[in-house]
T-cell receptor
Framework: GQQVMQIPQYQHVQEGEDFTTYCNSS?????IQWYKQRPGGHPVFLIQ?????EVKKQKRLTFQFGEAKKNSSLHITATQTTDVGTYFC???????????FGTGTSLTVIP | DTAVSQTPKYLVTQMGNDKSIKCEQN?????MYWYKQDSKKFLKIMFS???????INETVPNRFSPKSPDKAHLNLHINSLELGDSAVYFC?????????????FGPGTRLTVT
C-alpha cells in the first residue's frame, strides 16, 4: 500500500549545526506538505510543495520536492533551540482529501 | 478565538466505557479530520469528512464513529474502549482549494484507557 517514510527517526545536533530530514514515498505524489510539532504540541503547517524539483525557503529552512515527485527534504541551516520538535512530511492519498503522514523526524538541539 | 478547539484536553477512563471527544473549528473550512497519534508519534488519519462525504480509513475499528452536527463540528465517539485506544487524538480542518490542503490542527486530546 501507499507509504511515506522519513529518515532519520531521531537526530541530535549541536546548536549551530545543520539538520536534514528526508521523506520518501512509495508512489508519486501530487504535492507534499511539511509540518512541525513541538514537544507537547500539535502539528503546525510549514509549507506545501507542488511542482517537480521545486525548492522553497523560509528563513533558515529549505524545502525540496524531488524531480520524480516521490521524495522531499527539509534542511535547516544553523539550528537553534527553537527548532526542537518533530518534523513530519505528508503526502496525499490516491483518493479523497486525506494525507499520509510520514514517520516523523524528532530533532533535539543541544545548546 | 482559537481556530480549532477540542474538548476535553485529557480523558482518563476504564476499558469498556464509551466516550466522546468534541471538535469545533471557526475557520469556515469545509473538511474536518480525526487523527490518532500513538506513543511513537506516528500520526494516522482516521476519518475525513465534509458535508458531502465521509471517508473512513480502512484500519479504523467500527467502535470509532465520527458525528458531525454541522459543518463546524466533528465529534469522535468511541464505544467499548480498549487499552490500545490510548493515544493522543487530533482534530484538524482544511479548506480544499485546488491542490492546497493546509491543515489546521487542534491542541489534541490525550486519552488514557486503564
Amino acid at each position: 500500500g501507499q507509504q511515506v517514510m522519513q529518515i532519520p527517526q531521531y537526530q541530535h545536533v549541536q546548536e549551530g549545526e545543520d539538520f536534514t530530514t528526508y521523506c520518501n514515498s512509495s508512489t508519486t505524489l501530487s504535492n507534499i506538505q511539511w509540518y512541525k510539532q513541538r514537544p507537547g504540541g500539535h502539528p503546525v503547517f510549514l509549507i506545501q510543495l507542488v511542482k517537480s524539483g521545486e525548492v522553497k525557503k523560509q528563513k533558515r529552512l529549505t524545502f525540496q520536492f524531488g524531480e520524480a515527485k516521490k521524495n522531499s527534504s527539509l534542511h535547516i541551516t544553523a539550528t537553534q533551540t527553537t527548532d526542537v520538535g518533530t518534523y513530519f512530511c505528508a503526502g496525499p492519498k490516491n483518493t479523497g482529501n486525506q494525507f499520509y503522514f510520514g514517520t516523523g523526524t524528532s530533532l533535539t538541539v543541544i545548546p | 478565538d482559537t481556530a480549532v478547539s477540542q474538548t476535553p484536553k485529557y480523558l482518563v477512563t476504564q476499558m469498556g466505557n464509551d466516550k466522546s471527544i468534541k471538535c469545533e473549528q471557526n475557520l469556515g473550512h469545509d473538511t474536518m479530520y480525526w487523527y490518532k497519534q500513538d506513543s511513537k508519534k506516528f500520526l494516522k488519519i482516521m476519518f475525513s469528512y465534509n458535508n458531502k462525504e465521509l471517508i473512513i480509513n480502512e484500519t479504523v475499528p467500527n467502535r470509532f464513529s465520527p458525528k458531525s452536527p454541522d459543518k463546524a463540528h466533528l465529534n469522535l465517539h468511541i464505544n467499548s474502549l480498549e487499552l490500545g485506544d490510548s493515544a493522543v487524538y487530533f482534530c484538524a480542518s482544511s479548506q480544499v482549494i485546488k491542490l492546497a490542503h493546509e491543515q489546521y490542527f487542534g491542541p489534541g486530546t490525550r486519552l488514557t484507557v486503564t
